[in-house]
Nanobody, 117 residues
Framework: QVPFVESGGGLVQAGGSLRLSCAASGSTFSIYVMAWYRQAPGKQRELVATITSGGDTIYADFVKGRFTISRDNAKNTVYLQMNMLKPEDTAVYYC???????????WGQGTQVTVSS
């Protein structure tokens, strides 16, 4: 399993922006389909966006037009640019590779995003 480390979370007012980063170690990062997930208090983890090694992206309906996922394979890093944030975006955000997301031990600590109204 490849460990991922998320960063960039924080407290922001509604309508604001944040950019999350997710760094990986190892030389196989570029082959993974990467994804951002989030988990709000009392709710199940949900998929936010995915990006293939070639840069094809898919977004959940609730973030379309507001969030952008991208990756830099040379830096082993995937990003999530979050604009027009809403209080309902408040959650712990995680990144993972789809290929290993089935494993409970593959998840990192995540990064907390809090959006105030």
């Amino acid at each position: 399993q490849v460990p991922f480390v998320e960063s960039g979370g924080g407290l922001v007012q509604a309508g604001g922006s944040l950019r999350l980063s997710c760094a990986a170690s190892g030389s196989t990062f570029s082959i993974y389909v990467m994804a951002w997930y989030r988990q709000a208090p009392g709710k199940q983890r949900e998929l936010v966006a995915t990006i293939t090694s070639g840069g094809d992206t898919i977004y959940a309906d609730f973030v379309k037009g507001r969030f952008t996922i991208s990756r830099d394979n040379a830096k082993n890093t995937v990003y999530l640019q979050m604009n027009m944030l809403k209080p309902e975006d408040t959650a712990v955000y995680y990144c993972n590779a789809l290929q290993q997301a089935w494993s409970p031990t593959s998840w990192g600590q995540g990064t907390q995003v809090t959006v105030s109204s």
